[in-house]
């Protein structure tokens, strides 16, 4: 539990942080990535060093994230949803384009994270 909260927190945080002129990837919630990927591309907080992509079933999420979370991801094992990590500008516009494609890591407690998440953004 502590971990979904640390994960929670890292989404808000990473959410309502400043923009800077740092890493540009896209930014947004939403139920499929054609949905997601009209929300647009934003400029990540400064200390931001990664792009990621959380999917669940009929879920998405896109944001600037760290690459500590990637790290932590890729060993937490395989589970109900998926994340993906790159560290180029706008790298994770599309999951199945190809370069720079994110990479998937697989976390157990994503899936509630996301719909977590999910929520949270439908509030604000």
């Known amino acids: 539990m502590s971990a979904l ?4 927190a890292l989404a808000i945080v990473t959410s309502l942080a400043g923009e800077s002129k740092a890493l540009k990837c896209h930014k947004c919630v939403a139920s499929n990535e054609d949905d ?5 591309s934003h400029s990540c907080p400064q200390y931001a060093d990664a792009c990621s992509v959380i999917t669940a079933p009929n879920s998405i999420i896109k944001s600037c994230s760290y690459k500590s979370f990637c790290d932590q991801a890729r060993r937490g094992g395989s589970g109900g949803a998926t994340v993906r990590c790159c560290f180029s500008d706008d790298c994770n516009k599309s999951l199945h384009g190809s370069g ?10 994503l899936l509630a994270t996301a719909l977590a998440g999910k929520l949270l953004l439908s509030w604000l």
């Open 5 to 8: 909260k640390t994960l929670l």
């Open 36 to 40: 997601c990927n009209k929300q647009g």
């Open 100 to 109: 720079g494609r994110p990479r998937p890591l697989h976390l157990p407690s």
